[in-house]
Each structure stands twice: as C-alpha cells, then as structure tokens.
C-alpha cells in the first residue's frame, strides 16, 4: 500500500531545481544572522478528527516559539496571520507549497482510511502530527517529526529511519516498516526537515524581528469573585496588556506559592496582547498577608506584587453596578437631549 507521506515528500523537491536551490552559500550549509533574534524553533501541528469512513477534517498551524504565523482549515489555503509570513520565500515558492499541503490534505485523509481499515480500527479517533524544527545558532540543529493517534504517540522520524514510540500499538510497527521500505521518501524528508525548515525559520526570524522583539508590559489588579460558600472568599488576580504570551502568575504568602489557584486560559486582547486572570478560594479569616505576584520578560526582573488587604481590591458586583450605572446615565441623558430638541423643533 502507498504510504501517506510519499506524494508530499515526492512534491516539495520538485518547488525547486533541486534541494541546492533553497541551501545558502558556504561550507556549512546553515545561516543565521549575525546577531541572533532569538533561540526558536519551528513547528507545523495538524490535527484530523475521522468521524467515520466518510467524514473528517484537516486543520494546521505553523508556529514560530509561541508566535502563530500561518494557520489552514478543512479545504482552505494555508492563510497568512503576520504580514511576514512569507519569510523570505518567493510568491512562486510559496505557490507550489500551497499546491503541496493541498496533495498532502488528500492523501494523508486517504491513507489513514485505508490503514484504519488494514488496522482495524474504530472510529472516532483523532490523528496529530508535529513537525518541524529547532534553531540555536551556534549549536546543531534538531528537527523532529511526530505523529499521534488519539492523544498517544505511535511513530517518529529519527535521524533516518520511522521509529515506533515506547508502547506504542503493534499497528505502529506495522506502519513503520511500510514506511522505511522507501528510501527516496527518508531522504526527501531528511531534506525537508534538516534544510528548507531551518531556512524558512531563519527567514521568519528576519522578517518578523519587530514583532518578536515586541515586549508590552502587564498591567494587574486584584478583584473578589462571588463567594465560595459561607465564610470563603475567592480572590481574583487579574494581569492584562501583556505581550509576548508567556506569563507566571502566582498567588503568594511570603515566599510560598499557595496550593490550589485556579488559573484561567491566556486569552487574546483586541490590540494583539493577552488577558489572564488566577482565582483563589480561601477562608475569609486567611485572606489578609496575600499577595499575588506577576513575572513577566518586559519587566527586566522586577516583578509585579499586589497585597490583598481590606479596601485594595475592587469586587466585581461593584465594577459590573458602576458600569450599569455609567450606561443608564448616558442613556438618559441622551433621552432628555432628543426630547429637549423635539420641543425646540415643535416651537419653530
């Protein structure tokens, strides 16, 4: 049986002359630029859900870090999310690869129906796949290709060859050696990973440097959510305008993290930043000596410390009343403008 991977890995040499077109000049065959942006890596993620034999999905992204830059759904283009996504590939390049995720999608939702029913497996199940690669100037490349089946590990590409992950199924096995009879396929992927990805991330780095660079400091407040339960209070510690995404946020006595803080999903702001907010459920009487405390890269080290203590928090029925208020105010002084002008236009 042809294996999924053949008609992608077939494809992409064929974007270029040869696998010299994309390699840089010099001895090395690796260039970064002089002053490294940053230590990075990038990574392809593709999940496919298979309802059944006739249902499923595809959906990707690329990630540069923790910096999304390209994302495709089910049937769509690989869609551009910073205006230097490109990198430094050219429009051609960047068409031909369009035209290979595009072979890959179909086979790959091929392929795996046909192993499910070689495999015998049932459905739903969900297949992942991670990929891509590590940039550390000055020190050796890794690259990387994962694949999953329902959440579980089940095969990787190592160095040259498919490997089965520990307790993996016997199916992986099965797939792994269908895969390794291909030599042409290991090394086009070899290929793929150990030189146009280390390209495309180094032109990424280059032309995205603004926005990797880009440091936006926190800003945080304590709140109190509704009451627990009798004699509880849930604190709110609330960390917001904050850019890049990764954030530690602790809720602290002295210098010991307290158990049990719930932390919330880092969500997206309109203007690019993120929102987080930790909660803590503690005895009314325990609350006072806490204190939360936020780090975060813009801050050069200094980290933000709130105190909780009585009248330095703002309860959330409070906000939500003011801000009720605020509305009703303008509204009805809206109201009483357009009457005062209807009287007006009544005596002319």
Not at 166 to 195: C, F, I, M, R
Not at 272 to 279: F, N
Not at 286 to 313: F, K, M, N
């Amino acid at each position: 049986m042809e294996c999924w991977p053949v008609l992608l890995l077939w494809g992409l040499p064929q974007m270029w002359a040869s696998p010299d077109a994309l390699r840089p000049p010099g001895p090395s065959h690796r260039h970064f630029p002089a002053e490294p942006l940053s230590s990075t890596g990038l990574r392809v993620l593709h999940i496919s859900p298979f309802a059944n034999s006739s249902w499923t999905r595809t959906d990707g992204s690329f990630w540069l870090g923790a910096l999304q830059t390209h994302s495709w759904g089910n049937g769509s283009d690989i869609h551009f999310l910073r205006p230097w996504s490109q990198g430094k590939l050219s429009d051609h390049q960047w068409e031909q690869l369009q035209q290979v995720f595009w072979v890959y999608r179909s086979s790959f939702t091929r392929e795996i129906r046909e192993f499910a029913k070689m495999l015998h497996l049932d459905y739903p199940f969900v297949v992942q796949v991670s990929a891509g690669c590590e940039v550390h100037p000055g020190s050796p490349l890794k690259s990387f290709f994962h694949s999953a089946f329902q959440g579980s590990d089940i095969l990787s590409f190592q160095g040259t060859s498919w490997v089965p992950a520990p307790d993996a199924p016997h199916g992986a096995e099965v797939v792994s050696k269908e895969l390794n009879k291909d030599q042409y396929v290991k090394d086009t992927l070899e290929w793929l990973l150990n030189d146009i990805c280390p390209q495309l991330v180094t032109g990424l780095l280059e032309a995205g440097q603004q926005d990797l660079e880009k440091q936006v400091k926190p800003e945080a407040w304590l709140s109190s959510g509704p009451p627990p339960g009798p004699g509880r209070l849930l604190l709110v510690c609330h960390v917001s305008g904050f850019y890049p995404e990764p954030v530690w946020v602790r809720w602290m006595r002295g210098e010991q993290e307290q158990p049990g803080a719930q932390q919330g999903d880092v969500l997206p702001n309109a203007d690019g930043t993120w929102y987080l907010r930790v909660t803590l459920d503690v005895a009314a009487g325990e609350a006072a000596g806490l204190t939360c405390r936020v780090r975060h890269s813009s801050l050069g080290g200094q980290d933000i410390v709130l105190y909780w203590a009585d009248g330095s928090h703002v309860p959330v029925g409070w906000i939500v009343a003011a801000v009720l208020a605020s509305l009703l105010l303008v509204g009805g002084g809206i109201t009483f403008w357009l009457k005062k002008r209807r009287s007006y236009q009544d005596i002319l």
